[in-house]
């Protein structure tokens, strides 16, 4: 069975930082990855899909990198804003399963 | 494209009461999801389908609930009777999903804005 884990579950940062959020998945048989940025009250969406061939996605200061065989995926975050603010999700599309697996969230706040 | 809709954005009702929420999915899409989210237990998928067809309802929490597609752009998640333990947010997503290709936008799942539920 699938699991995604995200830690630290919040983060705290000054704006102008570079910073990585984590996501680990424990089975490396995927169709794709995709993150997720969620506001308070509010819906997903979708920030960036890396297929199961690739090895990085890139949107605007966004950067995402996924290495499949060790079961990681990585987003990066350039000169952070307090905009930025939000909870970030992972998922994975496993093979052999037409459904994502969600990671529980990592809430970012971005201090001015 | 209006992305996923869902409607109402907003319920309040009394337990015991029958509550329908509804989901257009994005045209042409062949997947739709329906979500649940609470504080306690985060997200959780309770039924998929493919095609208009029931997949997975593995997630869906009892027999109260229900959910049907009766048509690619239509989707129904009913509660009856509700209970006050089902207050959360309900979203629904759709995606194309296909085994292989290089687009990058195949399989990108998209959430509709959420039905907030408060059942009293």
């Known amino acids: 069975k699938q699991e995604v884990t995200q830690i630290p579950a919040a983060l705290s940062v000054p704006e102008g930082e570079n910073l990585v959020l984590n996501c680990s998945f424990t089975?490396?048989?995927?169709?794709?990855l995709q993150w997720f940025r969620q506001d308070p009250g509010k819906g997903l969406t979708s920030l960036l899909l890396?297929?199961?061939?690739?090895r990085e996605q890139t949107s605007g200061r966004l950067n995402a990198s996924l290495d499949k065989s060790s079961g990681r995926s990585t987003l990066y975050i350039a000169a952070s804003q307090p905009g930025d603010s939000a909870t970030y999700l992972c998922?994975?599309?496993?093979?052999?399963?037409?459904?994502?697996?969600f990671g529980k969230g990592i809430t970012l706040s971005v201090r001015p | 494209d209006a992305g996923v809709i869902q409607s109402p954005r907003h319920e309040v009702t009394e337990m015991g009461q029958e509550v329908t929420l509804r989901c257009k999915p994005i045209?042409?899409?062949?997947?739709l999801f329906w979500y649940r989210q609470t504080m306690m237990r985060g997200l959780e998928l309770l039924i998929y389908f493919n095609n208009n067809v029931p997949i997975d309802d593995s997630g869906m929490p009892e027999d109260r609930f229900s959910a049907k597609m009766p048509n690619a752009s239509f989707s129904t998640l009913k509660i009856q009777p509700s209970e006050p333990r089902d207050s959360a947010v309900y979203f629904c997503a759709s995606h194309y999903f296909i085994l292989a290709g290089a687009d990058k936008s195949n399989n990108e799942q998209f959430f509709g804005p959420g039905t907030r539920l408060t059942v009293l």
């Open positions: 890396i297929q199961s061939s690739q």
């Open positions: 045209s042409g899409h062949n997947s």
């Open positions: 998922a994975v599309y496993t093979v052999g399963n037409s459904k994502l697996t």
């Open positions: 089975d490396s048989a995927i169709y794709n």
